[in-house]
């Protein structure tokens, strides 16, 4: 390949260095996270099967609300990209404030569902022979629901401050605030679950509580930090002294948000009637599921990275009306995020048979992680493909056609498969698993294919306030 070719497909080293000075620090702090989490996990796997089963159960069904509001996110975060990219102060000021409401509506459901029907939906995932297992997994399913529903309220809020800083290119003071959270839950983990410096083991209930730290002390960090340098960002000036946001622009981010909001909604809803599935192959599936997905977030976190310097090193350039130079830039990036993940994927691959070991459970349970981690790696490049295609869509405003892409994909295809594998099938739970990866194949293709017709390109914020 000559250079000229090498350029067109990876870009120049300025261009490279912008990805990376957007992109590095949004992976450090989710792969800190993530390993925190990692480290949450084996923590709580310590303390046995039931109790990691417990948290995995009620982390799969927290998944619906963190996407719901990740969906409310993204869908202003159109807009603040795009405001930013044409010196738009008003209009970020405006898209905080539709934030702010979405959370509050958003966090307030989700905790009366939880608090009224935690142990339904605790229920939907329990299948085993052993009542025993059952009663167990319960029990501490509803230990740590009915504390851990209470991080929704400093996550959420959190995620309107996080959110608006990356799409103003801000995105080291999210990085470090994270860092600092992420010390306070490994600290507090280790005290409160196990009971240290003389205060009594709170087992799943700690773990809970130390994750209620964790987002407190993030929110207060990004919350101070913005507050603070209204110099730098003049839309921080009256940011909070009403809730007012002009009813043209209300209307477009309501139409544009609302398919995201769906779209991850429905996603979440997904991938958790798709670990209910599994469940259906019994307790050690759940297990192996569990171990699977801790070790496969971690080594997701550069795919997700470049998504997001996607969103915003896209939006910025259309709302700037470069609609040329939107597109050359995204095929470079979207290269970037399948190499980068290749590269990821044979590590992962590398730490398969060895990352269930950490664990106090049976062997069975390490030989189905460790199957399903193997399958995870190869399929990491094609995963940052579709993901790269999703912020792509989503950079230019188009969202009906995100949700197509994503959220239908996951209901009508995904789904259904699933069901027929688990219900009208005795295959065992790694046949399950595999074939319902490979639907990725499926919707890569179909990303491909409308990235390149660039139904994406639009400027949506043009004489919008």
């Known amino acids: 390949m000559n250079r000229l070719a090498l350029k067109k497909h990876l870009g120049n080293r300025a261009f490279m260095k912008e990805f990376l000075i957007i992109a590095m620090p949004i992976a450090v702090q989710n792969g800190i996270t993530n390993f925190v989490s990692m480290l949450d996990n084996l923590m709580v796997g310590q303390l046995g099967t ?35 990219g044409s010196g738009n102060s008003e209009g970020i000021k405006y898209t905080f404030r539709f934030k702010l409401c979405v959370f509050a509506l958003i966090v307030t459901a989700v905790i009366a569902v939880l608090t009224g029907f935690g142990s339904n939906l605790i229920t939907l995932f329990l299948h085993s022979e052993n009542a025993g297992d059952v009663e ?18 400093p996550f959420g809020l959190c995620q309107v401050y996080v959110s608006t800083l990356r799409e103003v290119g801000q995105t080291v003071v999210p990085m470090k605030a994270g860092l600092i959270a992420v010390v306070v839950n490994v600290v507090m983990n280790w005290v409160l679950i196990f ?20 987002r ?22 009256g940011l909070l002294s009403s809730l007012y946001i002009p009813g043209r622009l209300l ?45 496969s977030n971690v080594f997701c976190v550069f795919f997700i ?54 664990y106090n459970t049976t062997q069975e349970v390490r030989g189905i992680a460790t199957t399903m981690l193997v399958v995870s790696s190869l399929m990491l490049p094609v995963i940052a493909y579709t993901n790269a295609a999703y912020f792509t869509l989503r950079s230019g405003g188009n969202t009906f056609v995100t949700f197509i892409f994503d959220g239908f994909f996951m209901l009508c295809v995904v789904v259904p498969f699933s069901y027929l ?26 990303g491909f294919v ?5 139904v994406w390109v639009n400027n949506i914020v043009e004489n919008m306030t």
Not at 53 to 79: D, E, H, K, T, W
Not at 195 to 214: D, R
Not at 423 to 444: N, S
Request: charged share 10%; aromatic share 10%; with cysteine.
């Open 50 to 84: 039931h109790q990691m089963n417990g948290v995995s159960i009620v982390n799969q069904i927290n998944l619906i609300p963190y996407l719901a509001l990740f969906g409310a996110m993204a869908g202003a975060g159109i807009f603040t990209a795009q405001f930013y």
């Open 136 to 153: 167990l997994t319960m029990q501490y399913g509803l230990d740590y629901i009915s504390v851990v529903m209470w991080s929704l309220i």
């Open 195 to 214: 009971g240290k410096f003389g205060l009594p083991a709170m087992g799943v209930k700690g773990a809970a509580l130390a994750t209620i730290c964790a």
């Open 216 to 237: 407190v002390v993030e929110l207060i960090i990004v919350a101070v930090w913005l507050h603070t340098h209204s110099e730098r960002y003049a839309f921080v000036k």
């Open 251 to 295: 209307g477009n981010i309501i139409i544009k948000c609302i398919p995201l909001i769906v779209n991850e909604t429905s996603w979440a809803f997904g991938m958790t009637f798709l670990n209910q599935s599994y469940s259906t192959r019994g307790l050690e599936a759940v297990a192996g599921v569990n171990i699977c997905s801790t070790l």
């Open 305 to 358: 990275a470049a998504g997001d310097a996607i969103a915003i090193m896209i939006g910025q350039l259309l709302g700037a009306g470069k609609k040329e130079e939107a597109r050359s830039s995204d095929r470079i990036l979207c290269n970037y995020s399948v190499l980068g993940s290749l590269a990821l994927g044979v590590i992962m691959l590398l730490c398969a048979p060895f990352f269930p070991l950490l």
């Open 421 to 446: 594998l688990t219900r009208f099938t005795d295959l065992p739970i790694i046949p399950v698993y595999m074939l319902c990866q490979i639907t990725e194949v499926v919707k890569a293709s179909i």
């Open 450 to 454: 409308m990235v390149r017709k660039g």
